[in-house]
């Protein structure tokens, strides 16, 4: 694929890591193949993981295209960008379109990023994984490779203010790649949870403590940080959806009347 803009996309996103003084704490990235089709599978805990999530694939020298809710696509200003770096749009309505593209990407030597939770965790731990990673990576035939990031939530996520202050820590844990078959996808995906749930442990566990003190809303309750349990953050988005499709709703009907 020819690529104008994400080569400067790079360059500006390196800059502004630098502007605001953070600190990476970069595992695993040797995992990352140099070339030939590779399907990255991400938590997602912050609007910005994207910027963060490909970086994770710069010391291979890898693009990461990723898959992204078709929200963002029709946005006037974003979803030019959006297209210009390939990414992919996902219709959560009809995934299908989305799935042979990521396959097609795949099969030609890309490398692709998904978030398996398929939306932002408000508990800050993984949510309930859909089985679309193990399904394309299978159907690709490439591999699949586990990423954690962690700090992302820190500077823009649900449910907070944004803090783009300087000085926080940034952490990338990538993980060996799985091979998965696509016979059973649903015990391949719960193997890939199971990973990036240790990855994730792990990853909390490694970060600064001056940075994350016992209670900090960022962290799960179930280590210790006041982020909402599963179950909380389960309720919290059904009302968000809930709310989403009332908006909708008086739109149509103020089209209509």
Known sequence: MRDVTYPPIIVTAKAAFRALGQTFQ?????HVPREGGVLLAYNHIG?????????AANPSGRLVRFMAKRELFDHRYVGPLMRSLHHIEVD????VASFHTAVDYLRQGEAVGIFPEATISRAMELKEFKTGAVRIAAEAGVPLVPVILWGTQRMMTKDHSRDFSRGK?????????????????M???????D?????????IADYPADEQPPGSWWVPASMGGSAPTLEEAARLDAEEKRERARRRAEKRAKRQG
């Open 195 to 203: 990973r990036m749930a240790a990855m994730l442990a792990e990853t």
């Open 169 to 185: 820590t940034i952490a990338i844990r990538v993980g060996e790649a799985m091979h998965p078959t696509g016979a059973d996808p």
């Open 92 to 95: 959560r309505g009809e995934g």
């Open 47 to 55: 609007y910005v993981d994207f910027v963060y999530g490909g970086f």
């Open 26 to 30: 970069m595992t695993g990235t040797e």
């Open 187 to 193: 015990a391949e995906t719960a193997e890939l949870r």
